[in-house]
């Protein structure tokens, strides 16, 4: 199976550290991220309330050679306050606006909002051979199952498909309707598994949820580490009595 190539371009200030380098070399049968090229400086939003809107999205950013998406990375509002934008020709926009905060807010970094959408972007590729632009036809649904195509019409519930996000029932028929690779779920159930809270956030989440029981695993471990120093402290003296 053919990777799909999307290029990432940098639209003006992210005023977000974003790890191109990470996102390129994650490791994909699916997907491949490449650095593209970056616009310094934005001109003037265009649009009501200092919005981006896909006409000068458009004209912005134009398809990247070699690669079959390009997918712009801008820190500002979109048209309907909408964080993903998809223009004609395969050119996606992703905003950070609000949405940097929200995911850092529930622990997870951008780079997880942006590869999650990659893949996205990617299943939509491989399943209808394009990137339907905003409003022709989508496969979002208004209920929230952690699933690529949750229609987050309320940005925060973005969160609920960035740790392990899946392909929910629906959206798989929708892929097994049409032709595609027989290794694209596999390959998909396989990679979306590994993007992930880290194990930090996923212990912090853990005790959250089970503070009684974090409570005596702790008191158990104090005391398991007290008798096991007791007990070596015993011994030393056997060995090296000067030390009582
Ligand atoms: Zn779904």
Known sequence: MNPVRISLVTLGSLKQPVDVRSLSRWRSNILAITHGDSVAHLQDAEGEDWTYTDQ????LLAPAAGAEITLGLINARLEGNFYLRRLPQNVAVLSLYEMAEIV???????????LRTAYELAVLFKVEGRIPATG???????????????????KG???F?????CLCGACR?????????VNLLPSLDKELRRIHKTLFFRLTDWIKVHPVLTLALTTFLALAVNLASSALF???????????
């Open 234 to 244: 015993e011994k030393a003296k056997r060995i090296w009595p000067w030390i009582a």
């Open 161 to 165: 498909s960035l740790h392990r996000p």
């Open 173 to 181: 028929n929708q892929v097994l309707e049409k032709r595609v690779d």
């Open 104 to 114: 850092q807010y529930e622990n997870f970094s951008v780079d997880t909002f942006i």
């Open 136 to 154: 022709e036809f989508s496969w979002a649904h208004d209920d929230i199952r952690g699933c690529l195509f949750d229609m987050c019409s309320s």
């Open 157 to 159: 519930d973005i969160v």
């Open 56 to 59: 000068q999205l458009e004209k």
